[in-house]
Structures are given as structure tokens and as C-alpha cells.
């Protein structure tokens, strides 16, 4: 079993001028850890069930590339962007553009939005959740078609591209992962089965169990190997967490079939709480052998 590592707040680093050297710290604190992919939120403010709208919140797809070139191993993901906030064309060119320069390390994660305060504040339309979601599977055929060897026209209900041409091509073969997150049943995860290669569920081991059965009848249904779907699940890990708590909590979902769990930076040194407790919990980790799904 891999473990991954998501970061949801700044407020830890001291100000603007710390952000920086933090984040780098625990980048490297992760690399180090032997942590295989690190991820931020796709926000541009905080989410207020989480802390203040106001507290300190940045660009996904800028601080993936800082990380980058702090970093020489780490995999790199937005957990995961909003279909809304970025045309599919311009999406698909930085993702590759991060691939590129990373060496191949970049994935693409997205969804359908949700924060609505955000986009109202920020001016990005935010349409009904059917639309969003008609766009986010548009949106995953655009990068799939940019992708590939296809240079020709896309022409959908919402974007309408005359040439998906994207050169450099990304280093990623044959192209960026892509992951969905959410674990909706009737639009959600069909959409996993039909492009994702890995998908990031929430809720307790009966919640996951339900939800792996409703993906794999998604799969029957398109044809996909089941099999093919890497399955991820945020795990509970505060600041008091130790690396066996860590490990407990993720065995009960291996037993599932959950190939990755992920955890948040805690603390008010989350790059010292990564290498006293993800360090050595990535070791226990590695002698777990996810149930086949």
C-alpha cells in the first residue's frame, strides 16, 4: 500500500514571506519520507468548514511547479481541480507543461466544483451541477484528445475547440494519470470508470465497500477492467497521529481493495510531523498488500 500526502492550509507558515521555504521544506520533508505523491487543494480561498475563508490560500498549479523544482521524485496533483476555473484546452497545456518540466511527474486531478462562495467572490460563472458536470466529462475528453495524436477540431455542448494541438508533447506515457474525486454513484464514478486511472473516495471502510461495488458495476457496464482504477481514501491523521495509527487505519482499507491512502500535513511543523510520523508509517505501508479488487 503507497501513501500520499495532501496539503489543505498555510496558516503554519508565518506570513507570505514563510509560505515559500515552508512549502519547499515540506516538499523535500515528503521526498524524503519516501511519500509517492503530494497534493494541494484546488481553492483560492479557504474553505470555511475548515478555517476562515481569509486564511492564507494559494494557486494550485503555481505551487505544484515550485514543488517541482524543489523536488526530484515526488508525483505532483491537484486533489483535485475544479472543471470550472480553467478552459479544458489551457488546462490540458499546463498539466502538460508541469509533466514537462517535472520529468514526468505530473497527474491530473478534477472534478466538478463545488464552492460556490469562491467563484461568486472571484467572478467565475458558476453553473447548475448538471452543467458543471457535462463539462467536466467534456473537459476530460478534451485533455484526452490533446493527448493523443489527434491535432483535429473537438466541438461539444460547452467548448468548442478548433485544434487541439499540444506540443511538447507530455513525458508521461502515454500521457498524464488522470484522477476523479468525488464518489458520487450515478455521474461521478461512471465517469471514473469510463477515464479515469484513479479515483479519490471519501468515508468510513462501509462507505468505501459500497462504493467500490458501485464502480465495478460502472466498469461491467463500460467494459473496463475494474482492476485498472487505482482507489485512494483520505485517511484521519491529526497532529497526535503516530505512524502505527497511521498504518492501522489504512489496513482497514486495504482490505478493501484501497491501493493508496492520504493523509493531510498536521501541525505547526507539518514538514518535522511528516518525517516523525509518514516516514516511518510509508515503511509499515509497504508490507500491506491491498485486497484484490
Known amino acids: 500500500m503507497r501513501l500520499d500526502l495532501h496539503v489543505v492550509s498555510f496558516d503554519w507558515a508565518g506570513g507570505p514571506a514563510g509560505i515559500g521555504p515552508g512549502v519547499a521544506r515540506l516538499a523535500k520533508a515528503a521526498e524524503g519520507a519516501g511519500i509517492r505523491t503530494l497534493s494541494f487543494m484546488d481553492h483560492f480561498f479557504q474553505m470555511e468548514a475548515m478555517a476562515p475563508a481569509e486564511d492564507p490560500m494559494l494557486e494550485g498549479y503555481t505551487a505544484l511547479g515550485f514543488v517541482a523544482g524543489v523536488t526530484r ?24 507543461t508541469l509533466d514537462v518540466l517535472s520529468g514526468g511527474r505530473a497527474e491530473l486531478g478534477l472534478g466538478a466544483a463545488w464552492y460556490e462562495r469562491e467563484h461568486r467572490g472571484l467572478g467565475v460563472p458558476f453553473p447548475p451541477i448538471a452543467e458543471r458536470f457535462e463539462r467536466l466529462e467534456e473537459a476530460l475528453r478534451i485533455c484526452l484528445q490533446m493527448w493523443s495524436d489527434d491535432n483535429g477540431a473537438f466541438a461539444g455542448k460547452h467548448y468548442q475547440l478548433a485544434e487541439t494541438l499540444c506540443s511538447p508533447a507530455p513525458v508521461s506515457a502515454p500521457r ?42 460502472h466498469c461491467d457496464a463500460v467494459g473496463r477492467d475494474i482492476r485498472e482504477i487505482e482507489v485512494t481514501v483520505l485517511i484521519p491523521a491529526g ?15 486495504a482490505a478493501l481493495g484501497v491501493a493508496t491512502a492520504m493523509v493531510t500535513a498536521n501541525g505547526p511543523d507539518p514538514g518535522a510531523w511528516i518525517e516523525r510520523v509518514c516516514g516511518p508509517a510509508v515503511d509499515g505501508l509497504a508490507a500491506i498488500e491491498p485486497k484484490p479488487l
Open 73 to 96: 521524485r515526488l508525483r505532483l496533483r491537484l486533489l483535485v481541480g475544479g472543471v470550472t476555473y480553467r478552459h479544458p484546452g489551457l488546462l490540458a497545456k499546463t498539466i502538460t
Open 176 to 217: 498524464p494519470r488522470i484522477m476523479i474525486g468525488g464518489g458520487g454513484e450515478k455521474k461521478t464514478l461512471r465517469l471514473v470508470a469510463q477515464y479515469a486511472d484513479a479515483c479519490n473516495i471519501f468515508g468510513a471502510p462501509d462507505v468505501m465497500a459500497h462504493k467500490i461495488d458501485v464502480l465495478r458495476r
Open 239 to 253: 497532529p497526535d497521529a503516530t505512524p502505527e495509527t497511521v498504518v492501522r487505519t489504512a489496513e482497514s482499507y
